[in-house]
């Protein structure tokens, strides 16, 4: 996932822009990846996710994009609004392989802030 | 539906005390896991479980005990805090012990101040 020392990086965006936050992954055999978003003092929430057969797949208002090749993952978000303001974070899943690696790492988060 | 319920939310001890974060979850998933969110360091996994009866260390388990004696309940103990483990906590849950093709199910956290 990103990476990006102490401080998250911040995306500013107008609301009704649509928006877009990338994630570089880093294992070749994760197969299945998920978005989530973390609004402030609560837990991570299921937004999206897309298994390694697929490039694209569609929500509502928002789309992950894969690009195994490169080892990349966005996400975008339509006519974003203020409810959207948040940390998004992606996630890498190669699968369960016991003795200290559950098999899934999560990036540090992208802060996005909605202008209006 | 409750989902994944952590408490308390907010808690305070001072060095050297004992606690246990509780964490339940009403959806029969197999996998559960803790996780703790420090600032710049995103999420790291402390220890996780892939079923009733069966735990593992994660990245960070020094200094925190689990057990699973149930489906719906696993429990992170703090055996003797420390400043270093000021942080906020996060249970998560999820259908399957590989987790493929199933996202985790968070918690709303607890967050913890070991003054």
């Known amino acids: 996932g990103e990476s990006v020392g102490l401080h998250l990086p911040t995306l500013s965006v107008q609301e009704g822009d649509n928006s877009i936050i990338n994630c570089a992954y880093s294992?070749?055999?994760?197969?299945?990846f998920i978005w989530y978003k973390q609004e402030s003092g609560k837990g991570p929430q299921f937004i999206i996710d897309?298994?390694?057969?697929?490039d694209k797949r569609q929500g509502q208002r928002v789309t992950v994009l894969l690009n195994k090749t490169v080892k990349h993952l966005s996400l975008q978000i339509a006519a974003t609004q203020p409810g959207d303001s948040a940390v998004y974070f992606c996630?890498?899943?190669?699968?369960?392989?016991?003795?200290?690696?559950?098999?899934?790492?999560f990036g540090k988060g992208t802060h996005l802030i909605i202008q209006p | 539906n409750a989902g994944v319920t952590q408490t308390p939310k907010f808690q305070v001890l001072k060095t050297g005390q004992s606690m246990t974060l509780q964490c339940a979850q009403d959806?029969?998933?197999?996998?559960m896991s803790w996780y703790r969110q420090d600032p710049g360091m995103g999420l790291r996994l402390i220890h996780y479980?892939?079923?009733?009866?069966?735990?593992d260390q994660g990245e960070v388990p020094n200094g925190y005990n689990v057990s699973r004696s149930t489906t719906e309940d696993f429990p992170l103990r703090l055996l003797s805090a420390a400043p270093s483990q000021t942080s906020v906590y996060f249970c998560?849950?999820?259908?399957?012990?590989?987790?493929?093709?199933?996202?985790?199910?968070f918690g709303n956290g607890t967050r913890l101040t070991v003054t």
């Open positions: 998560a849950s999820s259908y399957s012990p590989d987790r493929v093709r199933s996202p985790l199910h």
């Open positions: 294992n070749s055999a994760s197969d299945y």
């Open positions: 897309i298994r390694s057969n697929m």
């Open positions: 996630a890498e899943n190669w699968g369960y392989s016991g003795g200290g690696a559950d098999g899934l790492t």
């Open positions: 959806m029969n998933h197999e996998y």
């Open positions: 479980s892939v079923g009733a009866g069966i735990t």
